[in-house]
């Protein structure tokens, strides 16, 4: 029997999680963002079967993207930039704030779909290489700051 994490900062996310754990065949540990070093996160998040970043509001999760960077399956609220990462029901889950029931049910979700949470791992390390990796942010922002400047 394996077993799961959840890394969650957010009480709501961690009462829906604990609820959940009981009703699945294998344990599942919840555990809370806040008190731990920034490498033990990171070692959290490769070994993590989710992510689940819910916040009433938020730019883009930087958090969310180094859990997605390490194949952690991402639910984020849709009150963030999330959307311009993550294809819904393809790469993670956008859920809305304020949704419990949605929240259980993404949770759920990643729980219980290999398949969805295998494709979204691989795609998700792809996206974040192809985005994130130095020469092409450098490139982001050299076309932007020229841009700017000839205006």
């Not at 799961?4 to 009981?22: E, M, N």
């Not at 070093?37 to 990171?42: C, D, G, M, S």
């Not at 994130?132 to 400047?149: D, G, H, N």
Request: aromatic share 6%; hydrophobic share 40%.
């Amino acid at each position: 029997v394996c077993s799961s994490d959840l890394y969650s900062a957010d009480a709501t996310t961690r009462r829906v999680a604990r609820g959940i754990a009981r009703t699945l065949p294998a344990p599942m540990t919840v555990i809370r963002k806040h008190g731990l070093a920034h490498a033990q996160v990171v070692a959290l998040m490769a070994r993590a079967r989710a992510f689940v970043g819910y916040s009433e509001s938020d730019a883009i999760s930087t958090a969310m993207l180094e859990a997605m960077s390490r194949g952690a399956f991402p639910i984020q609220t849709d009150t963030s930039c999330a959307g311009e990462w993550i294809d819904h029901g393809e790469s993670g889950l956008l859920i809305p704030y304020g949704d419990v029931e949605a929240l259980e049910a993404a949770i759920r979700r990643a729980l219980t779909d290999n398949l969805l949470v295998d494709r979204a791992a691989t795609r998700n390390a792809e996206t974040c290489r192809s985005r994130l990796e130095y020469s092409a942010v450098q490139r982001v922002a050299r076309t932007f700051y020229e841009t700017s400047r000839s205006q």
